[in-house]
Nanobody
Framework: QVQLVESGGGLVQPGSSLRLSCTASGDISHLSVGWFRQAPGQQRESVAAVTSVGTTHYSEFLKGRVTVSRDNAKNTLYLQINDVRPEDTAVYYC??????????WGQGTQVTVSS
C-alpha cells in the first residue's frame, strides 16, 4: 500500500501561516486524501480532505483558516494553515480513507504554536 510522509511542521508564532506537506510513495491521483490532527491527550480529528477530482472539504471548526490542495505530479498533498492559534498545536497527519479505516498512520508532523 502507498506510504505517506508528513513534513513542514515546527514552532510558529500565533498569527503566522504554515504549509504542511504530505508526500506519497506512489501515485495518489486516484485517491481522496485527508488531513487530521491530534493534540496530546485528545482524540484525532479530521481537518480537511481533497478528493481525486479536486473537491475539498473542511472541518467547520477550521474552515476559513485552512486550505488543502494537491499536486498529483509530485504525489503530494498540502495543508496551509493561516492565522495559526495556540489551539492548533498538534501532530498533523495525512491519510487515505482505506488506511484510516484500518488504523494505519504515519509519524505525522508536529506543529507547535507559541509566542
Amino acid at each position: 500500500q502507498v506510504q505517506l510522509v508528513e513534513s513542514g511542521g515546527g514552532l510558529v508564532q500565533p498569527g503566522s501561516s504554515l504549509r504542511l506537506s504530505c508526500t506519497a510513495s506512489g501515485d495518489i491521483s486516484h485517491l481522496s486524501v485527508g488531513w487530521f490532527r491530534q493534540a496530546p491527550g485528545q482524540q484525532r480529528e479530521s481537518v480537511a480532505a481533497v478528493t481525486s477530482v479536486g473537491t475539498t472539504h473542511y472541518s467547520e471548526f477550521l474552515k476559513g483558516r485552512v486550505t488543502v490542495s494537491r499536486d498529483n505530479a509530485k504525489n503530494t498533498l498540502y495543508l496551509q494553515i493561516n492565522d495559526v492559534r495556540p489551539e492548533d498545536t498538534a501532530v498533523y497527519y495525512c491519510n487515505t480513507p482505506a488506511r484510516t479505516f484500518f488504523g494505519s498512520w504515519g509519524q505525522g508532523t508536529q506543529v507547535t504554536v507559541s509566542s
